[in-house]
């Protein structure tokens, strides 16, 4: 396995819309493998195939403390949506920002495994805000969308400021 660059905001990769996985095969589980220690490594809790630049309707989430409930959805699509939460939520493609986010607070998702088989879940509480997360990535969206342009701006001029700081200490 091997750990994957994690894109950050705001790359314009990052705002493209994933399209379906058509075969699941040894190649795709290798990767999704990939995505997993790159997940845990940065750590996180949910990582689309689109943060680390393969623009595939892919999603994985472990929310567990101990790494004991891995998912993989694969064309993943919403049925149904119930509820609503807020919570604070951060992303690995904007790291150190975590703000209020609204979701849905139960939702039932129809996917694929990392087996090629057709499933159906239902989550709730910080599993169904992940998918909700994960899944707006695959369309090119992100949780500071959610916020205030004003608040986003300041976001973007942030990580981009730490990021010409870090490339100048690399030259030093």
């Known amino acids: 396995m091997a750990k994957l660059k994690i894109l950050e905001f ?4 990052l705002r493209t819309k994933a399209t379906p996985v058509e ?19 940065a750590p996180g809790i949910g990582l689309a195939a689109t943060q680390v630049d393969l623009h595939k309707r892919l999603l994985i989430t472990d929310v567990t ?20 939460t807020i919570s604070d939520e951060g992303c690995l493609s904007v790291p150190g920002y975590y703000e209020e986010v609204e979701r849905a607070e139960h939702i039932r998702v129809r996917f694929i495994d990392r087996q090629g088989e057709a499933q159906e879940m239902e989550a709730e509480g910080l ?10 990535h695959l369309d090119g969206k992100l949780f500071v969308d959610y916020l205030s342009e004003a ?14 700081h870090q490339s100048a200490a690399v030259v030093l």
């Open 10 to 13: 705001p790359d314009p990769r």
């Open 23 to 41: 075969v699941v095969d040894d190649n795709l589980r290798a990767f999704i493998g990939d995505m997993f220690e790159t997940m845990y490594a």
């Open 65 to 84: 403390a101990d790494k004991s409930e891995p998912h993989v959805l694969i064309n993943p699509e919403i049925l149904e949506r119930d509820g609503v």
């Open 127 to 136: 599993l169904a805000i992940c998918i909700q997360h994960e899944m707006d």
């Open 151 to 164: 608040k986003r701006q300041r976001i973007r001029k942030k990580l981009l400021k730490e990021r010409r």
